[in-house]
């Protein structure tokens, strides 16, 4: 089941430049291991921003809430959810 | 080059439902047209709307206009833009 | 899987009464028939308005898509849509 | 009476994890207090979000202003409050 | 119980001034009603608009949705609703 | 002449609690005294929210001014203020 | 007494010109005789739009009502009203 | 060449009082020899608020983002910009 | 002297063709007089929109207001207008 | 391929008064150098503000990423983004 979601990061100018690569070196490997897993189905970069747009393939709501809730920049974003389901136009069979 | 478009379905209430009906064939052919074309990559309904989240694939923002005013449906959509490009964190080759 | 859905209705000043009473009578039916499947599960009027919330109960985004869509007031309302899960303070079994 | 409540928590960046346990723990125990005794009748994670969707059976706006602003988090939380009624195509006997 | 009622009216242009001189009749007559009744309690013009502010006194919940989904001028406005309770620093023993 | 007001108190999550009960408590007292002397004619808790609803009575939009920028919390409220007059349809005779 | 009034004119595109022309002459006759009267102090015009500023001085804020709710265009404006006073730091006797 | 300036001072909470005062005495100074010299030409506190409505009278706008981005509270303020002309309806000369 | 339009044309769905094709006609004559007058400096069309960004060079806000309000399209646009003027860094002798 | 992009700084107030300095030294040199480079086409202050309009001229969206993400100033401004094309009325060559 599919979830377009839309983070914008914010992180707090006062935090260390250590503390920030730290926490984006950690939500690097968590996102690629979730890409490898086939959970988090697309990334892109939104550019001129510091913000994603993502499509997740879940089991559920359930699963959605726990990968996203775990993501290491999880306090440091804002986040916007689309639940998302196949077209009847769309002619990709993998896209629902 | 991928831009994220969102469309959101605006259909005055006062359209005879075969000229809507029309529209709506129109706008189905063209879109499924463009997606064999390779133009409009993904295409997904958000639930509980009349609105879609689209990924267009196009040589330049030329292109994106070309296209999308084009849409049988466009005088009648809020359309919101997003150009995309690859994320750092991206493992997927196509992703960009 | 639980939805919240949050429908306001605008009908336009315009439709005739009886036309409008029409629809409402098959709203009406329609949302008893859902609750009755267990799929609309909860139905609340916000109060001082013409808008309700709502707790949809759906196998997936699918689901929840062609229930919404098939509203016969589907055209005429705004609806936000949030995808809910188990809260981890909530005690009651059957919120999830 | 019933009152959906939404609720998104905002803790500061800076504050202690420590604190921040302590407070969520007080959180979940008076959260749990009050669904027991029937006040907190519903109570749902937004998925993707550090949001929830709650339903409160009170005696009145002053008993609700009592439970929601005694919140440990309630400091830290954007909350929005809707008064709820029964809905005339509702069929549960207990929505209301 | 009280409740803050905001109301703005947004008649059509093209409504016909006696279809408009007769609803306004009407709200007026029901306002007036409700008011001798103690159920409408505060009546007052936001200066340099259609708007008004209201201070309503209700049973509960659903009395509310009934007073005010009954104005005659409901069609036509745009309503904010805001539960009130007493104020701790209040000292009058009727603002409750 | 009266105008509506509107507060939400945002005391900095970092100011010490002594330091609140001081402005709070001093917030109270001259909010006291503007009431007995019918300067502020309401004061209602929103419910569910740290805000309140209040009526004010003053000369004009100077002495407007001078009760709320005096008013201990004025550096941490968000303030909306209308100006109200008499509604045509209002029975009451001191609410103008 | 001084108030900040921002008016911007949205005439429905179907008004036929004649009907539009009239209004407009109206206006403008009403605008001036109360310019006149000292009771609109400034009127002018926002740049690259069909919307002014405009400064009243008025007795109270049944008289800015008054003046306001009778202005020929009012159906057709979106009104926003700031009430003014004396400025600490201004040195213009006339500017309160 | 006149502009509508709109600017509302958010002091952050922490910074002492002895650098509150000394910023906006600066300001009042600045603000009085400008208004002295014709640049400033109306400066009104708006009721209830931290914030202004100022009319400036400048040569064009470079003269204008000279003025405002040396006033003192600058980095303190949030600031918006109308340019403004003669209205077909004024009738006073110096409108303009 | 510079502005920054910004404007979004909303053509009334139920405008005949013919008079759609007209208008547009009328306003790209004037248009390009403009341009060509070296009046309207920067014309863009913004992708996937019926929206333009344009750079204006006027004597003062008077003309603004003058060439704006007469295009042919302005009671079919939603208009944003920002004054514009060189930068500290602009190394381009005619950005001002 | 142009796109607008506009700017607005947000520096933290706590922020020593060097290390602004500093930062913007920085800016305004990438800035002329990107100028130089003619990636930057067009770069103007907004009068009376903090921000800025400006049009680049990249490759694609990657390279706009490239740029914009490498401002000094990026952390600290609040930054949008249109992506822009030939106008069908635009009589100059290089405005594509």
Redesign the interface.
Known sequence: ?????EMTVK?????PAERAAEIKAT??AY??EL??AGKWR?????????S??S?FDVE???E??EL??NLPL???ME?R????????????DD??
Chains 1, 2, 3, 4, 5, 6, 7, 8, 9, 10 share one sequence.
């Not at 089941?1 to 979601?5: A, D, E, N, S, T």
């Not at 697309?42 to 510091?50: D, E, I």
Request: charged share 20%.
């Open positions: 089941m599919l979830f377009q979601v992180l707090p100018p006062e935090m939500e690097k996102s690629q890409q490898r697309h990334l892109w970069r939104v550019a001129g921003s510091y994603n747009v499509i559920d709501n359930a959605l809430q996203v809730s999880f306090p440091y986040i959810v689309k639940p998302l389901c196949r077209h009847p136009s769309s002619i990709r896209d629902s």
